[in-house]
C-alpha cells in the first residue's frame, strides 16, 4: 500500500477492542514516526505508554481536574493510551510553536502507521490536557505540554468506523494575493 492510499483510508475509531498492539509491536512503527519534519532535529516529544492501572489514575486526575468525586471512565475506553508530549527545547531558531507542530506530526504519523498495521485509533484531547492534575500524573516538566492520547485498540469486525469526507483540495489551495500580475 502507498503512503497516499495508507492517509485515504485513514478514519478515527472511536469504538476498539480490548486488543492492543505490545511495546515491542510500538517500537518500529514511534521509530519510523519520529522521522516527521523537525527544525534543528530537536526531537522535541515524547510519548507516555499508559496501560492498565495507569488509566486509573489518569480516570482520577481528570475527576480531580473537573472537581468530579469520581473517576473518570474515559481513559478506559482503550487498553492502551499513548500520550504526546511536547517537550520544549530550547532554541533562537526553532519557536515553540514549531517544536508543538513537529510533535503533533509524531502523533498523526505513529496514527497512520498504526491504522496501516491493523489497529484502531483515535486521538483524543480536553481542556484537562492542560491542568496540573493531569500533567502531575504524566509526570511532565516544567517544559512540557500534553498535546492528547491516542487510544489504541483493535478495530471491531464488521463495524464500519464511518468516513470522512474527502477535503474539496481546489477550495483550500489558493495562490498568494497578486500571483497572476506578477506572472
Request: aromatic share 4%; proline share 5%; glycine share 10%.
Amino acid at each position: 500500500m502507498s503512503a497516499l492510499e495508507a492517509i485515504l483510508r485513514r478514519t478515527s475509531w472511536s469504538k476498539v477492542t480490548a486488543d492492543a498492539p505490545t511495546r515491542e509491536q510500538l517500537l518500529p512503527l514511534i521509530e519510523a514516526a519520529g522521522r516527521v519534519a523537525d527544525h534543528s532535529s530537536l526531537h522535541p516529544w515524547r510519548l507516555i505508554e499508559l496501560r492498565g492501572d495507569d488509566r486509573l489514575a489518569l480516570g482520577a486526575a481528570i475527576a480531580e481536574t473537573n472537581g468530579d468525586s469520581e473517576p473518570s471512565a474515559k481513559p478506559l475506553r482503550a487498553e492502551l493510551l499513548i500520550a504526546v508530549v511536547v517537550s520544549y527545547r530550547a532554541s533562537e531558531k526553532v519557536p515553540h510553536w514549531e517544536q508543538e507542530a513537529s510533535a503533533a506530526g509524531v502523533a498523526h504519523m505513529l496514527s497512520l502507521l498504526l491504522d496501516e498495521a491493523g489497529w484502531g485509533v483515535i486521538w483524543r484531547t480536553g481542556g484537562y490536557t492542560r491542568s496540573e492534575p493531569v500533567a502531575r500524573v504524566h509526570g511532565l516538566g516544567a517544559d512540557e505540554r500534553l498535546l492528547g492520547w491516542l487510544y489504541v485498540g483493535g478495530k471491531p469486525e464488521g463495524r464500519d468506523p464511518g468516513r470522512r469526507k474527502t477535503v474539496d483540495a481546489d477550495a483550500v489551495l489558493s495562490r498568494m494575493p497578486g500571483a497572476a500580475a506578477r506572472g
